[in-house]
């Protein structure tokens, strides 16, 4: 078939580094499905990035058509399938999350734009680089010709993250864990929600609540050590979450090309117009969705006790304030 033509920004960095070679040999679009692959960084980095071509070659993977490393936008963005922008200003030392953001609307603004000029219509775009959602809101409404149900962010690893916890709590497999929810902003205000998850405990489906039989750990402990998995990682490794976070993005990806299992959900940031879960329009913000034909929907109907609620209205507050400050951004640049 015809190859798919794959986006990966900020391809010389760490995150890149473990996910290109999982996009390359086929766990994201199949093991029959050729691919291009195109690389853009930043001028300084091109040098770096042609080591990462050389690798690339040197594994020698049959599906890989073609790999177009670029530090221009017009080569980068052109006819692409699917764009994954993981590159971004990362928040350095004594920066506010202003700051970030300041730097992070101009990056996005003009990335945006390119994908409205030079990407396919049908491209689905999935943005990693940080403040995640606020940058991803910002990419569409720069690109105005693309559906704004094209565009996503990456929660998964924070859902990933969630299932994770609850299988080590119980000494079951994560695979035994399903239906867990990221609900809002990819921050620590995230709200990891067990109410509507289930476990599959000896061949036996049960609530994650009737399962583990701790409140207290599961409303305390287990929420913030989801939130703060990140800044855990960082102190640990001294270096961020690479690993997972390019294993959480090819299951976002390979959810979206494929769709989601019969009976599960997945959490993704997705614009939240007509949501029915009182969370305001026009903001990027993780829900639970399932996914068919290349398309999502957001699941309907489940309960929300009080105790969400709250945490569910804080992550929306945060993400309007980031919204506002982000399009002030725009109107002065």
């Not at 026009?282 to 829900?287: C, I, K, V």
Request: proline letters at 5%; glycine letters at 6%.
């Amino acid at each position: 078939g015809e190859p798919v033509r794959v986006l990966v920004t900020g391809a010389a960095g760490q995150i890149a580094y473990s996910l290109l070679y999982s996009i390359a040999k086929g766990d994201v679009f199949g093991k029959e499905q050729p691919l291009i692959l195109v690389l853009l960084d930043i001028t300084p980095m091109m040098s770096v990035l042609e080591g990462v071509v050389m690798e690339l070659q040197d594994c020698a993977l049959p599906l890989l058509r073609e790999v177009i490393p670029t530090d221009k936008e017009e080569v980068a963005f052109k006819d692409l399938d699917v764009a994954i922008l993981v590159g971004s200003m990362p928040r350095r030392e004594g920066m506010e999350r202003k700051d970030l953001l300041k730097a992070n609307v101009t990056i996005f603004k003009s990335q945006g734009a390119a994908l409205d000029k030079y990407a396919k219509k049908t491209v689905k775009v999935v943005v990693v680089g940080n403040p995640a959602n606020t940058n991803c809101l910002i990419a569409s409404k720069s690109a105005p010709s693309i559906p704004k149900e094209n565009f996503s962010c990456l929660t998964r690893l924070d859902h990933n993250r969630a299932k994770s916890q609850i299988a080590l709590k119980l000494g079951v497999t994560s695979n035994d864990v399903k239906n867990v929810i990221i609900w809002g902003n990819h921050s620590s205000t995230q709200y990891p929600d067990v109410n509507h998850a289930k476990v599959n405990v000896k061949g036996k489906e049960v609530g994650v609540y009737e399962a583990i039989k701790d409140d207290s750990w599961l409303k305390g402990d287990f929420i913030l050590t989801v939130q703060q998995r990140g800044a855990a990682v960082i102190k640990a490794r001294k270096l961020s979450s690479a690993m997972s976070a390019a294993k959480a993005i090819c299951d976002h990806v390979r959810d979206i090309w494929f769709g989601t299992p019969p009976g599960e959900f997945v959490s993704m940031g997705v614009i939240s117009d007509g949501n029915s879960y009182g969370v305001p329009e026009d903001l990027l913000y993780s829900f639970p969705v399932v996914i068919k034909d290349k398309t999502w929907k957001f699941v309907e109907g489940l309960p929300i006790n009080d105790f969400s609620r709250e945490k569910m209205d804080l992550t929306a507050k945060e993400l309007t304030e980031e919204k506002e400050t982000a399009v002030e951004f725009l109107s002065s640049a």
